[in-house]
């Protein structure tokens, strides 16, 4: 009876039994709001009201907990107090054994839930549930359901399990040093969790082709960072990614590698445009979360002794938390026009200047962006959002350069050492995560065919060409859009506060964007390829084509080298920059694309660090408010969050060594080094 929280490395799991659906139903909320908050008020809040229809349970239990979701943003209260009055159901047969939707049915549910306003408790975000595994089965004592990678039946005695996913960008500890003298030891087989690697060369680990996997897959790391990457699934969820059709080359796991949603966090996959498929799940929930990085002509002498003031002015300024309340109240009209312009609307409504554009991927607008296939449920939940951090890993960072490392290049960057910088960190909020969540559902209902020859069912994917494919991408893209937007109002607003606080105009103190990376992400790109998708590198260049790939970057930075035409013309000489942030306690780096990474990666690299520690070993490993103290007083960094546990669970300890991540890239030449820079203050959800 009741519900159990359990630990995931990438996700949050609530587990639930109970002698009735209502109750199975009404445990799994009350398990989803202790998930979302330290501390469930026992008082509060106002009661309201709310219905469901599905065409069968899993899909009930999906839509009752995604519409709580859905209703914190939009209602800004966490729902608690949850009382499944009723379930009802009017179906011409029972429900089928497999995940097939059932037809002529109709599954309905009653409940009440106190809603407390977000301003009364401390909260943390789930962004979106899973679907595609959610089983229910019906026992001698109750109702049980079953959470798996595959659509079998539900094991007996299994409790029901919701899952909830929850986004981190990589962090780590304390360092002011760099790592040196790591050397290949000679080691020429890995094995973990079953999957063997053969070294290929050094940083370069292949597991071997078989079976249904219609490529190789290879981890680019050292044997420290490999080691770290066995610890969780990333290695077996990589072996499955390359069942995907059209999979080209290989599938790719960056050196920051953990495990994810289906397709693991420092993933890189190009999907065949025509012959292969588009994978949400290889995209991740959190549609363009990405990394900006804005320069300045500040000193850290400039800020050293007003870092409590500016971070606090920060925080106050920069909508931060669960729930909603960003820099601008739109309406659904302007979430289109959003969706569909890009940062161009932000330039036409005075939040841009052109010279933003000029330095944005894509100069901050998408094409193929079409908002009228994201769904009203996104767009309500991203119009009280737009300019805002949210919750988790998402960030702020004022920091200051600390070392250049390649001059010629650092001076095209505008980097100098001594100088202050600005990190932002976001993505699309709650539009791009219901945007994951609709496609992913449309999936499960429509390409049934294609899912059960996946090992993983939550590597969903459309095949390319179909409508579903389509709609996906011109909802992505306009997703993308608005992360540009969410990012960019950020941006303008911190030009305000240190406008305020150092008492001079923003451009006086040339506050310019150097550059926007995106996270999470698949576009339509041309590479190089051999016939049936083999390594170009590898094969006389006579029988190579161009061929039009989806590549999928989930948790990896594009990394385009010197001369691509897809590089900003102020970089193209030298260029794309990539940002790869650290933890809080660590240093974050620039770096530009590598000439190797167009033939090993996609021209891809990091995107960060790379989870170590799950949040709940975090939690029970650091207490936040040490963290902070520690920060402060050892490294003169400050640090200001909505709750303490947040700041546990982004301790620097959790995350791997950002500085071997960046050094393997380096190594391999798919990025890099320019320079590197080390916090000053940093405000989070």
């Known amino acids: 009876m009741g519900f159990e929280l359990r630990d995931h490395t990438a996700d949050i799991a609530v587990a639930a039994t109970g002698p009735s659906l209502e109750s199975v139903f009404g445990s799994v909320a009350d398990g989803l709001a202790a998930a979302s908050c330290e501390r469930v008020p026992e008082t509060g809040g106002e009661q309201f009201s709310l219905s469901v229809t599905a065409e069968n349970l899993e899909a009930l239990l999906f839509d009752y907990v995604d519409e709580l979701i859905y209703l914190r943003d ?134 071997t082709q078989e079976g249904e996997m219609r490529t190789p897959a290879r981890v680019l790391a050292s044997e420290a960072l490999l080691e770290e990457i066995s610890q969780d699934k990333t290695l077996e969820q990589l072996q499955n990614a390359t069942h995907l059709p059209g999979m080209t080359n290989y599938a790719i796991c960056m050196p920051d590698g953990h495990q994810g949603y289906g397709f693991p966090v420092g993933g890189v996959g190009a999907l065949d445009a025509e012959d292969g498929c588009i994978s949400p799940g290889a995209v991740g929930y959190d549609i363009n979360c990405g990394v900006r990085m804005m320069r300045t002509n500040l000193t850290y002498s400039d800020v050293e002794g007003r870092e409590e003031e500016l971070v606090d002015s920060l925080f106050t300024n920069i909508p931060s938390g669960l729930g909603g309340g960003g820099i601008v109240e739109t309406g659904i009209d302007e979430v289109e026009e959003i969706l569909a312009r890009g940062v161009d609307w932000a330039l036409e409504n005075g939040h841009a200047v052109e010279d933003d554009l000029r330095h944005c991927e894509d100069e901050g607008v998408r094409e193929g962006a079409d908002p009228s296939k994201v769904s009203q449920k996104a767009k309500d939940r991203g119009k009280n959002q737009v300019g805002s951090l949210g919750s988790g890993n998402h960030f702020l960072e004022v920091q200051r350069v600390t070392d250049v490392f390649d001059e010629e290049v650092g001076t095209a960057f505008g980097l100098e050492e001594d100088q202050i910088v600005v990190l932002i960190h976001c993505g699309s909020r709650g539009l791009g995560h219901q945007t994951c969540n609709d496609y992913l559902r449309k999936i499960e209902q429509q390409h ?26 011109g909802a992505m893209n306009a997703a993308i859009n608005f992360a540009w937007v969410n990012r960019q109002l950020i941006m303008h607003r911190t030009r305000r506060v240190f406008e305020r606080v150092f008492d001079r105009s923003w451009e006086e103190m040339e506050m310019d964007l150097l550059y926007d990376v995106a996270h999470n992400i698949a576009k339509k790109e041309t590479h190089t390829v051999g016939p049936d998708g083999q390594p170009a590198g590898e094969i006389d260049a006579a029988e190579t084509e161009q061929r039009e790939l989806f590549v999928h970057r989930k948790g990896a930075t594009r990394a385009f080298p010197k001369g691509h035409p897809e590089v900003p013309a102020a970089y193209r000489d030298v260029g794309q920059p990539v940002i790869i942030p650290g933890s809080m306690g660590a240093g974050s780096y620039v770096l530009r694309g590598g000439e190797a990474s167009m033939d ?69 030449g798919i990025g890099d080094k320019v320079a590197r820079t080390f916090p000053v203050c940093n405000i989070k959800g």
């Open 74 to 207: 939009v209602r800004l209260e966490l729902p608690v107090d949850h009382r499944v009055k009723d379930i009802s159901v009017a179906r011409s047969d029972e429900p089928t054994a497999d995940c097939e939707p059932m037809d002529d049915a109709a599954y309905s549910l009653e409940a009440t839930a106190r809603g407390v306003p977000l301003s009364d408790v401390v909260a943390r975000e789930i962004k979106a549930v899973t679907y595609s595994e959610m089983r229910l089965e019906e026992t001698d004592d109750g109702w049980e359901a079953y959470v798996s990678s595959t659509c079998d039946p539900p094991t007996p005695g299994e409790p029901i399990s919701f899952r909830a996913v929850r986004c981190w960008t990589p962090r780590r500890a304390e360092r002011t040093s760099f790592t040196v003298g790591v050397r290949f030891s000679g080691m020429t087989t890995f094995d973990a969790n079953g999957v063997t690697l053969e070294r290929v060369r050094e940083y370069v680990w292949e597991v």
């Open 600 to 668: 090993l990666t996609f021209g891809s690299t990091a995107h960060g660090a790379g989870r170590l520690m799950s949040r709940t070993q975090a939690k029970n490993d650091y207490w936040g408010e040490d963290v902070k103290q520690d920060l402060e007083e050892q490294n003169q960094i400050y640090v200001k969050a909505q709750s303490g546990a947040t700041i546990a669970e982004e301790a620097p300890g959790v995350y791997k060594d950002v500085d071997e991540v960046v050094r393997v890239s380096d190594e391999l």
């Open 448 to 473: 049934q065919g294609l899912l059960s020859q996946l090992p993983d069912k939550e590597l969903a994917a459309a095949p390319a060409g179909s409508q579903l494919a389509e709609d996906y991408y």
